[in-house]
């Protein structure tokens, strides 16, 4: 079946040190490629997504390219703030098998220091 | 416009107990979906629903299950309650039918904290 591979945590960093967390994936078809983030105390949010080969997705500083041929979607951003600490989760969704449940990483956890 | 509402936010049960949790997606949202968290297996997809149908299952026992009303209120039971049960509940929901399939972006509530003793 689909599956993610997140990066162990947690990735702890200093304010305005760049940041990449990987996450591979195992699908079949092509599936949509998600970041969600979760705040402490919060529930998920959409960070971004990609749904197809070569589609970079963005918001809020953060970037994820879809890369077919690495089965890779890395989260990445150029200088991390102490408001990004949180756990961010690498999911897909596609056809697959004729379902379409989502499967998520096992989450990240970020801490940034000032 | 209000977010996701799930209700109880928290709540402590004992084995074999059953629990009820509710969810209020977001207005003219028809696509409600559950999530179970816990630190073992992390965010695991239970079943969704639009327009009052079970659109897809995960893998869980038949003890859960779920109902959408038609004005999109989503509720979801636990039956028979093992200590295996403590975890985060959370709901979301989307505009369209399958929503995952389809790239659509997916809001989520806070969750329900269940925790069986």
């Known amino acids: 079946g689909d599956s993610v591979t997140q990066m162990e945590g947690p990735v702890t960093l200093s304010e305005e040190a760049f940041l990449t967390i990987n996450c591979t994936y195992t699908?079949?078809?092509?599936?949509?490629l998600f970041w969600y983030v979760q705040y402490p105390g919060e529930g998920l949010q959409l960070l971004l997504k990609?749904?197809?080969?070569?589609d970079k997705g963005s918001n809020k500083g953060f970037e994820a390219t879809y890369r077919k041929e690495t089965t890779s979607f890395h989260l990445e951003k150029g200088s991390v703030q102490v408001s990004d600490s949180a756990v961010y989760f690498c999911?897909?969704?596609?056809?697959?098998?004729?379902?379409?449940?989502?499967?998520f990483g096992r989450g990240t956890s970020l801490i940034v220091h000032p | 416009k209000a977010g996701v509402t799930q209700t109880p936010r928290y709540l402590i049960k004992t084995r074999g107990q059953q629990v009820t949790l509710s969810c209020s997606p977001i207005?003219?949202?028809?696509?409600v979906s559950w999530y179970q968290q816990t630190p073992g297996q992390g965010l695991q997809f239970l079943f969704e629903?639009?327009?009052?149908?079970?659109?897809n299952k995960g893998n869980f026992p038949g003890r859960f299950s779920g109902r959408q009303f038609s004005n999109s209120r989503s509720e979801m039971n636990v039956s028979t309650l093992e200590l295996g049960d403590s975890a985060l509940y959370l709901c979301?929901?989307?505009?369209?039918?399958?929503?995952?399939?389809?790239?659509?972006?997916?809001?989520f509530g806070e969750g329900s904290w269940l925790t069986v003793v």
């Open positions: 990609a749904t197809k080969a070569d």
């Open positions: 629903y639009f327009s009052e149908t079970q659109r």
């Open positions: 699908a079949t078809g092509y599936p949509s």
């Open positions: 207005s003219g949202h028809r696509s």
């Open positions: 999911a897909l969704s596609g056809p697959s098998g004729g379902s379409y449940i989502p499967t």
């Open positions: 979301a929901s989307s505009l369209g039918d399958r929503s995952f399939l389809s790239g659509n972006t997916i809001y």
